[in-house]
């Protein structure tokens, strides 16, 4: 969405859906759990009845939890004789519904439009993630789970029970038996520090104040006429994205860039200062009781760098591919400046996007604002669409579904005459509704038995009639839907939790896929106005060099983060005062002037989101693979079916049921490596 390529989505992501698509399934169903009929009934209907809804829901996660706890029971006391069928099923059902449950509970907290359900959802979720941390603590779990013989199944079973024991061990299965009570209480207290973190920052919305629209010249007709002033006069500009962003792009005045690049930069700060302290100690302590040397080796174990030392080489090595072309890239923003301002020294952090944009329309005479009219979302969604068919001969059916909101949309997917899924689409804003974009995944697939499902969450215009996009919406619209793809694609493993790749691979296929928003020959299918008029070429064209202007720099920072990220992951905390180790990071990364009094950190929430808080570099180390991968459609043809249905069945169709390095390696026809990435920031057309 903005430069951070935030993708909340996956951390959260998981849900599932209200139509009981599982029945059409054509395999014998399993047995129903709680789960699927809080499947079936999922559909809470918002209006009248706020408790009644709230309290139905509540009602149905208790008792779900019950079963689920009652599963995990009977799984501990399962005793002699470990085997596929006494152990590895059930454990995949127990999974299963955890997942399922927990996957409900985070897309009714982020978009369910009654504030009760939202936070029951919020307590639900915390619940089903407190019995998945007792499965991966339990003793008899673990020793039965090792003890089952796996030598002569099949290569993914094989896999699938190398990952869990990874799991279990990472989770610190192998300590005593007080050690796992604190590992279980830790937990609990590391996620209600990154419940705080994330909470401050949601919670700590500022703004600066004009007295005359004067004062924003250079910002676009519609944003001024979203802006009236208030009941005194004044216009008020907060530090939301869709302000700020802008804002820091249009506005003229200097002065007030700067303000609003403060109240940004200081969101959350100092009180998350003394949270990230914390949560830094305790994720700390964590590595310590379950057997690593850091928090950062213990959450890298089960991603393809596997420890923080392949962590720290990758960042130095994208660092040093993009730092020529970063600092090449600031010398063009300073030659810029100083045509206005020509004694200027340094360009300062709030003069970076204004002049980028500004280098942007010079440089390749295209205003973004010109776009707009050939993105009209309908059209856009139904393109999407039909690339998905052309692509992966996958078609999209609308259905019939019950739905959180009126304006969320069911859809299914189809291979041919199979069925791989459903989805739905909540893509306008509302009130009290997740603000970025994200694919939540909902219901967990089986091979033969259960069918998967997930929704797209965003927030474009269209929801009254035609809206018509921004280009980076547009972008992010099929980032999404490349992870959409993924899952309906890869969510039918025999083993559930063989679904997911490892999460330094989870953002390949989605990256992978916003190249296409750069091909003529696909974009202008859909990108076409209301006179009927494709988008030009050469208007196309321009995007595509624009998108490429200002790469170094993007990686660059990029690895800014993803070191501190590390870095606050990497070591003893107790050897280190956040605000300085952040301020070394900067200096060490700084192409703009330097400031005193911006603490960006602060509102990072990446660091309170476990996925990512010790890992934001996986989002480069995913485009590295996306590069490489999309090299051979480059060279074979980007509508090219022979290339997709191999991408589709070699890479994406596998999930997680192998590693994901062997996957691109089958698709390659060698092993994946930096030579595409690095190409494409060292050349310059
Ligand atoms: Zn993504």
Redesign the pocket.
Known sequence: MNSF?F?V??SLVLLSLACGREDAADAPPAEPGVADQATRSRAIEPAEGISEVASRYSKRCDSAAETIAGLLAELEASGSDPSLASVFEPFNELTRLIDNNMYEAQLFFYVHPDADVRRIAGECDQKFQGINTRLFLSRPIFEAFAAVDVSQEDAETRYFAEKQLTLFKQNGVGQDDETRARIQALKGEIVGLENEFAANVAGDLRSITVDSVDKLAGLPDDWIEAHPPNEDGEIVITTQHPDYSPFMRYAQDESLRKRLYFEYNNRAYPANKEVLRKLVEKRNEMAQLTGFASWADNQNATKMSGNAATVREFIDKAASASEDRARGDYALYQDRLRKDVPDAQAVMPWQGSFIGNKLRQELFSLDVAELRPYFEFQRVRDGIFELTYDLFGYTVRPVEAEVWHESVSAYEMWDGEELLGSFYLDMHPRENKFNHA??FQMDMGERGRHLPSAALVTNFPGETGKGYMEQRQVETFL??F??LVHWLTMNRQRWVRNTDPEWDF??AP??MLENWLYDVDTVQRFAINDAGEPIPADMVAKTKASQDFGQGMHVFGQMALADLSLSLHDRDPANFEIDELAEAINDRYRLFGKTDGAHGFAAFTHLSNAPYAASYYLYMWSLVIADDMFSRFQAEGLRNRETSFAYRDRVLAKGGSRPAADSVADFLGRPYNFDAFESRLTSRD
Do not use: D, N, V, Y
Request: charged share 20%; hydrophobic share 35%; glycine share 8%.
């Open positions: 390529k993708l989505l996956t994200a694919m980032h999404e490349g992870h989870i953002e989605s990256q």
